[in-house]
């Protein structure tokens, strides 16, 4: 029995017909997988943007919640990290989906191998713009305000600042990798963070994260390497862990396959 991680899926851009695509293969994917999960991670971001209103949610996406159903009525822990797309996700998926709902970051050991797993957005130094932001967004008062905002209006706003942020960053990426012919992610945040987190709790063999988009498995020192699960936008990669070595996957073309470095 194996566990599985994804993460950034992204579902609803760059428009209806192109997530749908992506969609079915996430279901693909779930279908496959199912046959020897033990536990299944989807670590934050399945949507651009996600909030429950008392009565409504988003339209869309029934597949994959029929898929996740199936899944959980299976027998088959399904978790979900809310990432900074979905930070306003709260008791839907619990309730209707038997998903457990990750708020914070967690522990987990299987076989002996410490794992530490969060999306990772708002980890590491620096990065106090979206840090003060993420406190704004969680404030229960402001999430109350934008309850009452019309869905259809507050869905479209929220998906226009999600772009421009998601459009911002990547522009970034291109531009470092266009001046140094990649990106450094030994200089990377969250690497920064987990190479610090170390120093209190040296036993972390794997340290999981999303949010960056780039799939890598580097070392930490010693014992410990550090995953990006990339993301199901471009990537469509994955990270399975078989009881005694973690590896990271693509889904690209419906096929699993080993993530080499020319990926």
Same mark, same amino acid.
């Given at each position: 029995m194996k566990i599985y991680f994804a993460s950034d899926f992204h579902l609803g *851009?760059? +428009?209806?017909?192109?997530? %749908?695509?992506?969609?079915?293969? %996430?279901?693909q994917w779930l279908e496959l997988i199912r046959k020897d999960a033990s536990e299944i991670f989807l670590m934050g971001d399945i949507f651009d943007f996600w909030?429950?209103?008392?009565?409504?949610? @988003?339209?869309? =996406?029934?597949r994959l919640f029929g898929k996740l159903a199936e899944i959980t009525d299976q027998g088959i822990p399904v978790y979900l990290f809310r990432g900074n797309h979905d930070i306003?996700?709260?008791? $839907?998926?619990e309730k209707e989906?038997? *998903?457990?709902?990750?708020? #914070?970051?967690?522990?987990r050991e299987w076989n002996g191998k410490r794992f530490f /797993?969060?999306?990772?957005?708002? %980890? !590491? @130094? !620096?990065?106090?713009? $979206?840090?003060? /932001?993420?406190?704004?967004?969680e404030f229960r008062p402001n999430q109350w305000l934008f309850n009452w905002l019309h869905p259809d209006i507050g869905t479209r706003m929220?998906? $226009?600042?999600?772009r421009k942020s998601r459009y911002a960053n990547e522009l970034r990426d291109q531009k470092e *990798?266009? #001046?140094? !012919?990649? *990106?450094?992610?030994?200089? #990377?945040?969250? $690497?920064? =963070?987990?190479?610090d987190y170390l120093k209190s709790d040296p036993d972390i063999d794997y340290f999981i994260f999303g949010h960056r988009h780039i799939a890598v498995d580097l070392p930490l020192g010693g014992k410990s390497r550090f995953i990006n699960l990339g993301d199901w936008v471009n990537n469509f990669t994955?990270?399975?862990?078989? !009881?005694?070595? %973690?590896?990271?996957? &693509?889904?690209? +073309?419906?096929? @699993?396959?080993?993530? &080499?470095?020319?990926?």
């Open positions: *851009i760059p +428009d209806h017909d192109s997530s %749908l695509i992506r969609e079915k293969l %996430l279901v909030f429950e209103y008392h009565t409504v949610i @988003p339209k869309g =996406f029934a306003w996700a709260f008791d $839907y998926f989906l038997g *998903i457990s709902l990750q708020r #914070e970051a967690v522990i /797993l969060s999306h990772g957005d708002g %980890l !590491g @130094p !620096g990065d106090s713009g $979206y840090k003060f /932001l993420k406190k704004v967004f929220a998906l $226009y600042f999600s *990798i266009r #001046e140094s !012919g990649k *990106i450094d992610v030994s200089k #990377e945040r969250l $690497y920064a =963070f987990a190479s994955y990270a399975v862990f078989d !009881g005694r070595e %973690l590896s990271l996957m &693509t889904f690209r +073309d419906g096929v @699993p396959a080993a993530l &080499t470095p020319a990926d």
